[in-house]
């Protein structure tokens, strides 16, 4: 019988917190060591790609169709073989493509630090402006909000529903302020609500005229083919619709097989048009003599194409959707009638995200963390950190086994329980 | 019988060149295609390291003595292991060093990108000050000047002689310019002339006392154990002397085994001290979420240790010797009494450095390529591509087989000859 936090008197409210309490004690007493705190592969996804370490080897032919021996130096933006392959994942023409090294982010980074340097469509470079701005659709991904932070980025919280981000606040904000230069987009399954922006959302980025001409998309499709249910969940082709829109120069898409093949040493993928890929790979053509092609070769012999890659993604859904599955509904019977608590279920990606009563999140975290078990940090999911209500936590649940996620996310309902009522009897 | 060009009369210029010609045009019959403007290894090379993709395989174990798989994510700065290793080969501290991706070059920079946009010891960051400089010994490496260029540093020549760069020179620049920020160095077997910076040369440089307290020593030790000859040829350890001599925060020092295992797919190594370590390792801590732990288990297992390196060395030098020999051999035969050509003899590296009669290497280059051989642009070897003297060429004699180098050479000789007769003879 799930009881409504909201509802308890303050008798009730001690009465509940110390048997919790109790509960609490007795998993300290277990000594938990688990990380929920990144979206990390479990070991046996680790697995799954194992074979693809076998196919290159010393007894591999590593000529290319175009000559290349992989082994050697050359082919700065990858080879040809490379970008077909992902081509036919995404729809991109392959002309677009840069393939990279073994991290999408770098390459994020990388494409910010080009336009620090050298600016966008003739305007000063980003370094040299004063005060420039990112709008970051939140809660988000913590490790864009890093990039920013380093490059002295100014961030601009944007809020999400169910469609994507409020694109009438996006609209508004990047038609007036030319100071803001690009904004960071996880279009399918975002991190960390799982959100798929609507065809209607892309479709009205695609159509955005920002007072900025040096103004760019971050388009961090992480979880392309990252899928949890039956559902062919696609999103709009932005490249390709932003083109329509005579908007080419705007996008800049990623995509990585980190959480395909090895998060260690996948390939990631950068793809843009015009002035933005002439520009990119001029400077990877002056960063580096190449990124690693016999990884590339490795992954190419591995995955070969669409079909094979869905099938091998078909894997790491039958290790990921009993854990997703197990969590919400552990939330659903420990929170059903109890308003303290809300969260998304996600069709894919890597994070279930939870909103606890106002300032309770924090409070969770560190509750959690005292009896071992390690959540991202609350406030990650914001800009600098800071969650306005406190409230947003990010729950990764796929490194544990399920086993330990059952034990982490009992002790998580605990947590949230006992978080809101040390609030309402001022214990904080 | 060796001519001395220069002591020919009108009449015999024409002679001679007529001669040349024919054997020209004979050359060109043979449409040749042989490329020696990188160093890159020939194919037999990279057989020598083949066996390192077997190092890794579906059976391997990939639990790390720190607990770490290194199939996922995490360790940004790289296997304690690997550091371990490079620590032994280099005599550096294990501490000192980032292990990064397959390019030594990209932490280049990003490094000079780090200071670019957070500067160094407290100063303005350089992407903020007007007109910083670096010294740029010449001939060197054009990519050390690409980079300069990317992010609009100004290069300033400093000449070579048989100990390193002019240390008079930039003791006298740095001390009374604050605008000049660093300086490029090959220290061991230098790109292309394979100078050997003496203990000397070295012990000045930790000794600087730059004006500009960002001032940055890039110490790219590409070739810190491609040896050619049995002398062990040994360079001062800059990271310790700098120390000893209050100047830690002066060097950054590089290395790489593209040319020990793969060039495609090697790993790269820093070594740094105080703030700057803990910039580049938080600027990278930000940038990704780790490099290829894979590829440096597959180095580590592999290369295994210091002894275990040489001996592989070995093997490349028996490749690589009989190249330079046979090329030193053949300028000797050519131009032994000579003198419109002259050139070094490294004991190291991938390059052999020539200089021709003033105002003719561009020709020369340019009667190559016509005849099918590709070498360096002439000028390559100094800022912005601008020989003073337009003399200098560099000759990577590694990619072709030694049969096609003979080749090659035979014709390079035949082109030195034409393009000064055909200076000589106003015919440019």
Known sequence: MVKNFLKLSEKECWEEYNVLLQEYEKFKSQNLKLDMSRGKPESCQLDLSLKMLDEVNSQSDFKMLCGVDVRNYGICDGLPEM???????????????????????????DAISFFMIHGANGCMPWGRQKNIKFLCPAPGY???????????????????DKNGPDMDFIENAIQNDSSIKGI???????????????????????????????FRIFWDNAYFVHDLTDEKISIVNILEECEKNGNKELPIVFYSTSKITFPGAGVAFLACSGDNLDNLK???????????KINQLRHLKFLKNKSTLYNHMQKHREILKPKFDMMIRLLKNEFGGNPILSWNEPKGGYFVSVDTYQGCAKETVRLCKDAGVKLTCAGATFPYGKDPLDSNIRIAPTYPSIDDLQLAMELFCLCVKMAFLRKKLNLL
Chains 1, 2 share one sequence.
């Not at 001029?282 to 690693?292: A, C, L, N, W």
């Open 83 to 109: 970008k077909k392959f992902i081509s036919e994942v995404t729809g991109i023409s392959a002309d677009n493509f840069i393939v990279g090294g073994n991290s999408s982010l770098s390459m994020m980074f």
């Open 142 to 160: 913590d490790r864009h909000f890093a990039i920013c932070e380093y490059f002295g980025i100014e961030m601009i919280p944007v809020k999400m």
């Open 184 to 214: 960071w987009c996880v279009p399918k399954y975002s991190n960390p609500q799982g959100i798929v922006y609507s065809d209607e959302v892309a479709k009205r980025f695609a159509k955005l005229k920002p007072k900025a001409k040096d």
């Open 282 to 292: 001029r400077m990877y053509s002056i960063k580096t003599v190449g990124f690693d």
